[in-house]
């Protein structure tokens, strides 16, 4: 299995995931085994299924990030691998010698019954036994670190889960655990080298369309960032943008009416007079007196004066 994850070209996410769920399918035994990626703003994502006959594919499907609450997400971090035998088997109860001096805790055993909503979650899925690997990377190095001789060790995230479900109470040896945590560290080295991969060629997009649409400006031909391809939607992600140039605007995408455009500059002119711009996830927050009346059109913005 490791042979194969390693012999995978690079330049497919996709690739490289569809063939660790193959492998841990064939592995395990489990009826259902997933590739679950968490997004920038914690929701999780099935990126990858296999599944035996007859199962309902979730392939696809999106879920709230308070699925996986933060707490659970910080003892993957230190558990890399999670194993519950049978949702409905009943717990067993942990008597602590009154003479400890501290509370025992079980964050770090195999043993530690799962939450009991976890529980009603799982059969709720039809989903009676599991088992999940963590799927930790590299986390992106913070602007502005000073470069030391010696090397800082990399920060860790979480970047997803490998999940298996089976129908059925399902127990897995320690030595086939132990090598399903081998497993999923050598994915999650694949998986940081494509994140990297994604990001250089980000990167080399962005520094080709900003050099374009400077170009355009540099030759006072700014109606070409919104009227040419590239455009400035292509350079900033976002719903929609504006160009109000010689008394005129030019709109792309979701926008505001040309008036409340008009109201919005008049407001940046005179609050804003001393900066090149304003960048805001809240309009009403930044103080901008029409915001409501926006509505659900907009909210954040970003605005940048040319001169």
């Known amino acids: 299995a490791i042979t194969r994850l390693q012999s995978l070209p690079s330049g497919s996410m996709e690739r490289v995931c569809d063939t660790m769920v193959q492998e841990v399918f064939e592995l395990t035994g489990y009826d259902r085994v997933m590739a679950y990626k968490f997004h920038d703003d914690d929701h999780g994502e099935v990126v990858s299924e ?5 199962l309902e594919p979730y392939l696809g499907l999106h879920y709230p990030a308070t699925d996986i609450p933060q707490a659970a997400r910080f003892l993957f971090m230190k558990n890399k691998v999670r ?35 976890h529980l009603q979650y799982m059969e ?52 086939l655990r132990y090598a399903c945590e081998f497993l999923a560290q050598v994915f999650a080295i694949h998986v940081n080298k494509e994140l990297e991969l994604e990001n250089q060629i980000v990167e080399k997009n962005i520094l080709r369309t900003q050099t374009l649409l400077c170009d ?12 040419q391809s590239p ?56 103080g901008f007196p029409g915001a409501l009346a926006l509505e659900d059109v907009v909210c954040g913005m970003a605005a940048v004066r040319i001169t």
């Open 50 to 54: 296999t599944t035996k006959p007859g």
């Open 83 to 117: 194993m519950i035998v049978d949702c409905r088997a009943g717990h067993v109860k942990v008597l602590q010698d009154e003479k400890l001096p501290f509370d025992l805790t079980l964050c770090g055993s195999t043993l530690r019954a799962p939450h009991s909503c």
């Open 124 to 175: 709720n899925m039809n989903s009676i036994a599991s088992l999940v690997m963590a799927v930790v990377v590299n986390d992106a190095e913070e602007e502005g670190e000073s470069s030391n001789t010696v090397q800082p060790q990399k920060r860790k995230r979480l970047w997803g889960l490998v999940v298996c479900h089976n129908t059925t109470p399902r127990f897995v040896p320690f030595p």
């Open 216 to 227: 355009l400006l540099m030759r006072d031909a700014p109606l070409g960032i919104v009227s």
């Open 231 to 286: 455009n400035i939607m292509d350079l900033v992600k976002c719903d929609g943008t504006a160009l109000l140039y010689k008394s005129k605007i030019w709109r792309l995408g979701v926008t505001p009416s040309d008036f409340q455009l008009h109201d919005i500059s008049s407001w940046l002119s005179e609050c804003h007079m001393d900066s090149t711009g304003l960048s805001t996830d809240s309009l009403y927050d930044a």
